[in-house]
C-alpha cells in the first residue's frame, strides 16, 4: 500500500458562512476540491474585511516501512523549525562557532566558550543556538551557562539575538 492522506479542509468567514470537506489523497489519485478556495478569493475579490479563518488537518496517514526514513528525513528539513538532532548539530558546529566569534565582536565584559551547538534554525539566513561558558572579565569570576543565539543573514553578517542563563 502506498502513501494515503486523508486531509479535512475547514473554512469558516466570520460565522456568517462555514465549509468542510474531506478529501483522501495517494499517489495514484489527483483529487482537488476548489470550493474553499473559491470561497477565499470571493471574499478577497469584494474587498470584505470579514474575518476568515482555515484550517487544514490530516488523519489517517499510512506510510510503507521502506518509505518512512525518506518521510523522517523530510521532514527533518523544514524552513523554519529548530532542528535539534546531535549529528545535524555537531556537523554545523564550526558554522556556529564562527558565527558566534563575528556576532560577539566588540562586546566586552563576558568571556563566552561555546560548548555545544544545541539547535539549529534555518530562516532567510540562519540561526543558531549554543551551550556556552560565560565569565565576566572581574578576577575570581565564577563560570555560568549561557544560551546564545546568534543570527546570520544571507550575506554572513551575523549578530546575537539572545543571551539566556542555561
Known amino acids: ?5 486523508t486531509v479535512t479542509i475547514a473554512l469558516s468567514l466570520a460565522g456568517l458562512f462555514s465549509f ?4 483522501t489523497l495517494s499517489p495514484d489519485s489527483a483529487v482537488s476540491d476548489d470550493r474553499a478556495a473559491a470561497a477565499v478569493a470571493t471574499q478577497q475579490e469584494s474587498g470584505s474585511k470579514l ?9 489517517d496517514v499510512s506510510v510503507d516501512p521502506e518509505e518512512e526514513e525518506a518521510v523522517i528525513d523530510q521532514d527533518a528539513d523544514l524552513d523554519g523549525g529548530w532542528n535539534t538532532d546531535k549529528d545535524v548539530c555537531a556537523e554545523y558546529y564550526d558554522d ?8 560577539l565582536d566588540g562586546m566586552v565584559g563576558v568571556d563566552y ?8 534554525q534555518i530562516v532567510a539566513g540562519t540561526n543558531y543556538k549554543l551551550l556556552c561558558d560565560g565569565t565576566v572579565v ?4 565564577e ?8 543570527y546570520e543573514d544571507l550575506d554572513g553578517n551575523c549578530t ?3 543571551i539566556t542563563e542555561a
Open 1 to 5: 500500500m502506498g502513501n494515503v492522506l
Open 20 to 23: 468542510s470537506t474531506a478529501v
Open 51 to 59: 474575518p476568515i479563518s482555515f484550517s487544514i488537518t490530516t488523519d
Open 96 to 103: 556556529a562557532c564562527a558565527a558566534l566569534e563575528k556576532g
Open 113 to 120: 566558550t561555546p560548548k555545544e551547538l544545541v539547535g539549529i
Open 138 to 141: 572581574y578576577p575570581g569570576a
Open 143 to 150: 563560570t555560568q551557562e549561557y544560551y546564545i543565539t546568534v
Open 160 to 162: 546575537i539575538t539572545d
